[in-house]
């Protein structure tokens, strides 16, 4: 295993078709070693072409990218052994059950056939791997397509749009499918524009726009970035008596009677117990309390229109 601290390292990666439409511009990328790494962008900003670099599908033009710590251009046969890919949706023979389509990648890549009982396990396959493809709703190819690309046992898993067509039930089960494999010490890089979904898994983001990278970091230095005011969202058993309790001290709050629900503007959580307390001694029930805090969607849609 590379012990290497950023699993994908890309540095000013330039690409153009027919040398005529810039697709990627200086693209600088890191993926840190153990991350769900959230890579989302508008349709056309680069996210396919990117991951198809990594995938060593297109020809480099310029640029440099590092996988597991070497470089891909001198070492894609031996990187590629240890990288798993679900790139858009998984190709299978419909007339074959899900055990002989991994039977044919274990051939193919050399690998023992007992693998594919373990990795039809992983994924949760076991119960319709002998059912032929054909029968497979979009959830279990979706499975499948996640057993194929982990029968090399990869140390990366690359995913482009990996719950497009799934149902709300597919998409629950499937984050945990990646929740379970991150947590076994996989690295995901994950390209998706379902950003309310990717929101609940990710543990960092690059965020593309027309070939450059506007954003790279964690979902938390994200916020703190983005979101430069603090609100605490408090359902009350009176909203014009909290108000009125704590109107002294915090002069932004937003009242809604109709929900019993208080929107207070807050410095940090340092103000939370105070405010808590202060309800409570005025007599004032809470009922539920949570920060306010802005969607991924809204914040990436504050970094693309900076």
Known sequence: MSTHSNVIEIEDLSFS???????????????PRGSIFAFVGENGAGKSTTIKHIAGLIPFQKGKLQVLGHSLQQYRGDIMKKVGFLIESPSCHDTLSGYDNLKIYCRYRGLP??????????VRLSPNLYKKCKAYSTGMKQRLGLAIALLDDPELIVL??????????GRIAFRKLLLDLNQQGKTLLVSSHLLSEIELIATDIGIIKNGTLLFQGSMEELRRLRQKNTFLEIEVSDTARATALLQPKHAEIEANEKTSKLKIRIEGKMDIPPIVRRLSSGGVDIYALQPDRKGLEQLFIDTITL
Do not use: C, F, W
């Open 160 to 169: 482009d749009e990996p719950t497009s067509g799934l149902d709300p039930t």
């Open 113 to 122: 056939v007992a693998r594919i009982t373990e990795v039809a396990e992983m």
């Open 17 to 31: 078709y027919h040398g005529k439409n810039l697709v990627l511009h200086d693209l600088q990328l890191q993926v």
